[in-house]
């Protein structure tokens, strides 16, 4: 079955094994709170009072050759698809499943001696100890991730489809280390344009992708040509992102039915659209909406009840829903616990933040000669707000661009929007509150 969850799905799946692996270690705990991130390694800033922290970024997809596009025997030999000639003829016109391996730079961070060789040394004992990636092990990863965070950016995908779908399609997951010389990690760090920090390559194997068959039975080529097919959904103007209180675009054919609306995110209320045409739709989008990604069908209901009594929906189609931002600061001053300059900022956001949505932070120095980026991760909050504060010290004086990743979903913000440009006196963030 084919899902294109599947990717992201092995990259949450490995993020959660080296948690997992990291908080029920004993010998880990002088360390404190380690911090897994997946973010691209130029995004990496670790401060004097950094925690330490390890990063898996994914930076090669490639086809596994060796693979001949199928399941591994019975004796756990060579995965091999060998469909029949019924097989092939039933399923004509379908893509063959894709074998692929997933490249993988794990690196580790800390600031204090030993830190780093210390994660690396667990890391690899973890991963030595888990070359197997479980049908039930990803199945349960999966099912942790949808539930635990509802309005992750995962997990709101993973609502289109579904865990069974997603575990399907995978059966065994094979991770293996990559060991590099010096020349080629030096190469792949130039390629990834970060500074530096002991790393392990890992390459994972045996993840197939194929196609859906149809869902049509034979005879119903009529009602096929009549659904309704999304092609793409653009923000109205059709340059500008998707925010809240947008109107969408969403582009297609066979769009205009005889009551046409749209569903959003499977929900059960639908929305009725401003102008509809056979190619197009506009429509405003909802003012209840996270930050986030969300789901479209376009659903056609009949005139009369007694036609059919049942609706005719189109594919879906995820959009992206950016966050906007003004930052103002708060406070500007000294810190009387230890006289230093302090800086609380204020950062109000458009829709409002869930309370379970992971919030991140980057400053970025407007400097042309010093483009220094701070991170900073929010904590948890009781209740969705649309206010976030920060207290900053310890940052080297200047002006820095503010802006927001909320479930990886990049805030709108650049260099020429003055509401997110803040001045300041001092500051690195030793912690972050909640109003």
Not at 162 to 174: F, G, H, K, N
Not at 227 to 236: C, D, G, L, N, T
Request: proline fraction near 4%.
């Amino acid at each position: 079955m084919s899902n294109g969850l599947a990717i992201a799905a092995i990259t949450a799946v490995f993020k959660n094994l080296l948690e997992d692996g990291l908080v029920q270690n004993a010998a880990l705990s002088s360390m404190g709170n380690v911090l897994v991130t997946t973010l691209p390694p130029d995004q990496i800033s670790i401060g004097v009072d950094g925690q330490p922290q390890l990063n898996l970024f994914l930076y090669q997809v490639s086809e596994n050759r060796n693979a001949d596009m199928g399941k591994s025997d019975a004796k756990g030999g060579e995965l091999r698809y060998q469909p029949t000639h019924h097989q092939a003829s039933a399923e004509e016109g379908a893509i063959l499943p894709l074998a692929i391996n997933l490249h993988y730079v794990l690196t580790a961070y800390g600031n204090k001696d030993f830190q780093t060789e210390i994660l690396l040394g667990y890391v690899m004992q973890l991963m030595h100890q888990t070359p197997v990636l479980s049908n039930a092990m990803i199945r349960a990863t999966l099912n942790h991730v949808a539930t635990i965070n509802r309005s992750g950016l995962l997990a709101q995908a993973i609502e289109s489809t579904s865990v069974e779908a997603l575990t399907e399609q995978l059966d065994q997951v094979r991770i293996a280390p990559n060991l590099f010389d010096t020349e080629q990690m030096s190469r792949l760090w130039s390629l990834l344009q970060g500074s530096y920090r002991p790393s392990i390559a890992y390459e994972v194997s045996m993840m197939f992708i194929g196609s859906k068959k149809s869902s049509l039975a034979p005879g119903s080529n009529k009602e096929a040509s009549n659904q309704p097919q999304i092609e793409k959904i653009v923000a109205s103007p059709t340059n500008s992102k998707i925010v809240a209180g947008s109107s969408l675009i969403v582009y297609g054919k066979n769009l205009n039915g005889d009551i046409t609306r749209i569903r959003l995110n499977e929900g059960k209320s639908l929305l009725e659209p401003q102008i509809i045409e056979d190619n197009r739709i506009l429509f405003k989008l909802p003012q209840n909406l996270y930050a986030g990604v969300h789901q479209i069908q376009i659903v056609h209901q009949q005139m009369y009840k007694y036609q059919n009594n049942h609706e005719v929906v189109s594919n879906d189609k995820t959009f992206v829903l950016h966050p906007t931002t003004k930052v103002s600061v708060q406070k500007q001053g000294f810190n009387n616990q230890d006289d230093s300059e302090g800086t609380i900022l204020t950062v109000q956001f458009n829709p409002k933040v869930g309370q379970q949505q992971q919030v991140i932070f980057r400053l970025i120095s407007t400097n042309e000669n010093n483009k220094e980026v701070y991170i900073f991760n929010a904590p948890s909050r009781n209740v969705d707000d649309d206010k976030i504060h920060i207290l900053i010290t310890n940052i080297p004086a200047g002006s820095y661009l503010v802006k927001s990743d909320i479930d990886g979903v990049e805030s709108y913000a650049d260099m020429n929007q003055a509401e997110n440009i803040v001045a300041l006196k001092s500051g690195y963030s030793k912690e972050l509150c909640h109003d």
